[in-house]
């Protein structure tokens, strides 16, 4: 609002954020919407991830200012001097202990590199932990402990997964792999096409085998996503050219596990 950062925790009263709006990374074709993940706003703890850019010629190292009493007093800590961060995630799991993730140099919207950071003193001072699991561009980050988070990659043909879970923080990560369920028989020949072969005669014909695996269907993952309950719900969609059920169908799996393990839901609608 007016140039300024402001925060709200009963929305009648508006608090200023001790940061210039240029220094904030906003969504894609936006000034004002600030990139999701990049902040946290509780009654607890209030965030905001800022810098790794050049603003008006000066270069803002990537820096966090948080508050632990609604906005009364703010503290600013610089964590890195990179200057071409795309992406933020924030997280505290209490007063003292959060972590940081910041997606950086991308390169032809195909790759980017990333770091982790934690903190154990409320955010006075942080250290990395890791530079995560791939580099490919990052879709979303969420945390659901200090120890356990996941990690979902824009896919690219040919993963065996997209998404990874780590349960120390972000030192180690392994993919995530959800079972595999049976696809009815309208995933035989989508659209219509048929695979020709050699019949024993040498004459062609349709192979009525030749049809899609589960894993040809639903293969790329979306962030996580994390109620109320901790139960975490993944959605594994069908991405690029999808053509079974028109490609309006997705996956749906759950864990209430922090992800030790996961339960096939059902096959969903999803909108466009």
């Known amino acids: 609002k007016d140039n300024s950062l402001l ?11 001790p940061v210039s709006y240029s220094y904030l990374l906003y969504e894609p074709n936006s000034s004002t919407t600030l990139k999701e993940g990049s902040y946290m706003i509780t009654t607890e703890k209030t965030a905001f991830v800022y810098g790794g850019k050049t603003a008006n010629n000066t270069k803002i190292p990537v820096t966090v200012v948080y508050s632990d009493d609604k906005g009364e007093n703010w503290t600013t800590c610089e964590l890195d001097k990179i200057y071409t961060a795309d992406y933020y995630y924030v997280k505290f799991f209490d007063s003292d202990n959060g ?25 006075e001072s942080w250290d990395i932990v890791g530079s995560g699991p791939a580099t490919n561009i990052i879709k979303g980050v969420v945390y ?14 040919g993963m065996d997964s997209n998404l990874y879970k780590t349960d120390d923080g972000g030192k180690t990560f392994a993919k995530v792999m959800l079972e595999e369920q049976e696809l009815d028989s309208s995933a035989a020949n989508p659209q219509g096409q048929e695979t020709e072969t050699k019949t024993d005669s040498g004459k062609n014909g349709a192979d009525s085998s030749e049809q899609l695996r589960w894993g040809d269907v639903y ?8 109620d109320s309950t901790g139960i975490i719900t993944i959605y594994l969609t069908q991405g690029k050219n999808a053509v079974y059920n028109d490609g309006k169908t997705a996956a749906k799996y759950q864990s209430s596990d922090k992800g030790s393990t996961w339960k096939y839901i059902g096959q969903v609608e999803i909108k466009d």
């Open 219 to 226: 293969k790329e993952a979306l962030t996580p996503v994390v």
């Open 7 to 17: 925060v709200t925790y009963d929305r009648e009263k508006y608090i200023s954020v």
């Open 144 to 157: 659901v402990s200090s120890d356990v988070g996941f990690f979902c990659y824009d896919y690219v043909e």
């Open 99 to 123: 972590v940081i993730v910041c997606g950086y140099a991308k390169s032809n919207d195909t790759n980017e590199s990333s770091r982790i950071y934690s903190t154990s003193n409320g955010g």
